[in-house]
């Protein structure tokens, strides 16, 4: 639980407060006095009367009632010593800053589980143990430095490690950020990051709190509470950005279908991420970077342009934007154009990047910013390149670039990269409160992620088509669990609205014979039994004849855990794939992709959590490298994205009442020329014992 004592506490006590700010608890004293902290200051130091001015006490139990106490202490003498300030001194706050808990040791771990039950007992709130503190407008509880500028306007900071969050403030800063409030969580023991959210979004007011979150995050605990407050705070006007830390572990289960080998905690992570609306980042830099870029005016579409005055730079940077799908439109050639180049130096470009030279000033750089404002109607937010040849000071294009950062409409995202030539102007820009992206690369790369993460979405179930008593029916039938029957699978597909390719599985001869003359040859044949069919040579295509066929089946059923063998037309068309694994605490991950090597090799596929509504599958689709293909790429017929989508909202609402589905593979679903049908499909489920029939 997270208290006003925590918040805003009237009086704090340094438990282990030093003189030598090189220690934890000296350095805390000291950011706690140069921050102004306005309540009461106390210390605790069995070998001082008096701690950087701050009177001192040499035992806990000699202290005034306090609201606050900040733990620096070996980890042994915490329990005891939590107890005495939570029964005796009436704390209602605790930071620990000491380690040695839970991520060391199972005695670390029973001494941190004890401080909780303490702290529990005496409705207190806790942050840590082993974590650098938490900073906001009332106290600078941090024992690190640098102490970010603050701003009630500026970024609220959530991480998981104290190190971590050190070093993102060390980046933000020198790119301009500025913060609200840092929440360093450790060990998390009682208040992890789902509980901060939390209380930013139930205390949320529009009017004061800053609008922009920042996190860093070791280990999701309760992925719906993440989900529940990052949504409603992006509602309600907020934009977050986070790093997910230790998602990698594919390769540590094995998994039976393709959906299980790629259905990763790291796309689970990704797939949270996407129906939340977080802009996911990969690295501390990314992450700043994505920040400062939330502190400007927002990017309304993906057409931009560049005021350079080196070329090289624009160049890299109009790759980088190209490579993210951005626009960089060009202009040259239009009326506007010829008269900006007119009012420029000879020799300056207009086609986009606008190049105004190296010898060109502020008043061209203003100009070209004009022209773009105003002028040039395709624009939807400009990129300005400004550094300094040595030659001469920038002060005065700076001053002419915040002010139009200032009363422009459209988001300017200045980079400035001379942070050595130009170090005095650079600081003297970001010191009046605007950023700097000093590597263009950088830029693009945040830009093109912030600008593709899709707005929250609600999670509404579109059962239109979908047979639920039916399905339940099939389910409850299915007498234990494992991979079930091709025909239950074709029928609860089928109940769920998903089309499927009509097909028969038996292991007589003459049934297979009499559906094969019914459809029409050529056919498809497959082996009934063993899971990978194409590892025993259990998939024969293009079956022409009769005899064909016969000759196959024969061979199909004398395969090793052979149970009968699987007929269906042989279809063209474009291969798609779709599937489910069920994630421990996320749920159910939905996947889709291209189908055959796309997914075996390249791995391109996109993830959603279940439930999911068809904005939210025509963002998954429309996120795939390969999607260019659902365009008709190199006179290919176009793919039917919004079929597709509708599969896939009919897949999440399958597994909705279906949730003893763990696996779900359908690989292939063709796209035909009479729409997109399922080919081959399987299904595992997990069925409690007391559900056995």
């Known amino acids: 639980m997270i208290n006003q004592e925590l918040i805003n506490p009237k009086s704090i006590v340094v438990v282990g407060g030093s003189n030598k700010t090189s220690k934890p608890g000296g350095n805390c004293l000291r950011n706690l006095l140069n921050g102004k902290y306005k309540g009461k200051l106390y210390a605790v130091n069995a070998k001082e009367t008096e701690v950087q001015g701050v009177k001192c006490y040499q035992d806990v139990r000699e202290i005034p009632p306090t609201e606050m ?20 001194k009436g704390v209602k ?38 974590c650098i503190g938490i900073l906001n407008r009332y106290h600078h509880s941090l024992f690190t430095l640098p102490i970010p500028e603050y701003d009630p306007m500026g970024v609220d900071m959530i991480s998981s490690s104290g190190g971590t969050c050190l070093f993102i403030m060390e980046s933000s800063i020198r790119m301009g950020l500025r913060f609200n409030t840092v929440w360093s969580v450790g060990n998390a023991a009682q208040i992890g990051v789902e509980e901060i959210l939390e209380y930013m979004d139930e205390n949320f007011n529009p009017e004061t709190d800053s609008k922009i979150k920042l996190l860093y995050i070791e280990s999701i605990r309760d992925p719906d509470k993440l989900m ?36 990763n905690p790291d796309l689970a992570v990704e797939a949270l991420f996407r129906k939340a609306g977080i802009v996911r980042c990969n690295s501390r830099e990314e992450l700043a970077t994505v920040g400062a870029i939330f502190t400007l005016k927002e990017l309304k579409g993906k057409n931009l342009a560049i005021v350079t005055h080196a070329g090289g730079p624009a160049v890299i940077l109009t790759d980088a934007l190209a490579r993210g799908g951005m626009e960089i439109p060009k202009l040259s050639g239009t009326t506007w154009a010829d008269k900006l180049k ?21 008043d061209h750089l203003a100009l070209a910013i004009d022209y773009c404002e105003h002028k040039f109607q395709n624009i939807d937010g400009i990129a300005v390149i400004f550094g300094s040849p040595g030659l001469t000071r920038v002060y005065e294009a700076y001053e002419v670039l915040a002010q139009k950062m200032k009363t422009c409409s459209k988001p300017i995202f200045p980079i400035l990269p001379s942070v050595s030539t130009a170090w005095d102007e650079t600081d003297f820009f970001i010191k009046q409160g605007y950023v700097n992206f000093s590597d263009e690369v950088g830029l693009a790369d945040a830009l093109t992620k912030v600008l593709k993460t899709p707005r929250p979405l609600p999670n509404n179930l579109e059962l239109k088509g ?30 769920a609205g998903i089309p499927m390719v009509e097909e028969i599985a038996s292991p007589a001869w003459e049934e297979i014979r009499d559906f094969a003359e019914k459809v029409g040859f050529p056919v498809v044949a497959k082996v009934v039994g063993p899971v990978h069919k194409s590892d025993v040579g259990g998939v024969v295509l293009n079956i022409r004849s009769v005899e064909h066929l016969e000759f196959e089946y024969n061979r ?16 063209k068309g474009f291969e798609l794939f779709a599937g489910a694994k069920y994630e421990e605490k996320f749920g159910h991950i939905v996947l889709c992709g291209l189908g055959g090597i796309f997914v075996e090799i390249f791995k391109d596929v996109a993830s959603g959590l279940a439930p999911l509504a068809t904005e939210e599958a025509l963002s998954m689709i429309r996120s795939l490298k390969g999607y260019k293909v ?23 609402a399958l597994l909705r009442f279906a949730s003893e589905i763990k696996e779900l593979d359908i690989n292939p679903l063709l796209a035909t020329d009479k729409g997109i049908i399922a080919v ?11 559900e056995i029939n």
């Open 93 to 130: 706050a605790f930071i620990m800053f000491t380690a040695g808990f839970g991520e060391e040791t199972a005695e670390g771990a029973q001494l941190e589980k004890e401080i909780v039950e303490i702290v529990n007992r005496n409705g207190a709130s806790l942050i840590g143990p082993n």
């Open 630 to 652: 659902f365009r008709g790429a190199r006179g290919q017929k176009s793919i039917d994205e919004h079929q597709f989508a509708k599969i896939i909202v009919q897949l999440s």
């Open 342 to 362: 007119k009012q420029l130096l000879p020799g300056s470009a207009i086609s986009n990047p606008i190049d105004i030279l190296g010898t060109g000033g502020p």
């Open 466 to 495: 979908v047979d639920i008593p039916l399905i339940r029916r099939i389910i409850d039938n299915v007498p234990e669990s494992g991979y079930i029957a091709p025909k239950s699978v074709q029928n609860l597909l089928r109940a």
């Open 680 to 690: 081959d499909a399987r299904i595992r489920i997990e069925k409690a014992p007391q």
């Open 556 to 571: 199909l059923m004398e395969i090793e855990g052979a149970e009968a063998v699987l007929v269906q037309p042989m279809l």
């Open 228 to 263: 529940e407050h990052t949504s409603s705070l992006i509602r309600k006007g907020c934009r977050i950005a986070a790093i997910k830390s230790g998602s990698s572990e594919s390769g540590m289960r094995a998994a039976s279908s393709h959906t299980g080998a790629m259905a």
């Open 69 to 88: 106490a900040i733990i620096s202490i070996p980890a042994r003498a915490c329990p005891e010593t939590i107890k005495i300030l939570a029964e005796e």
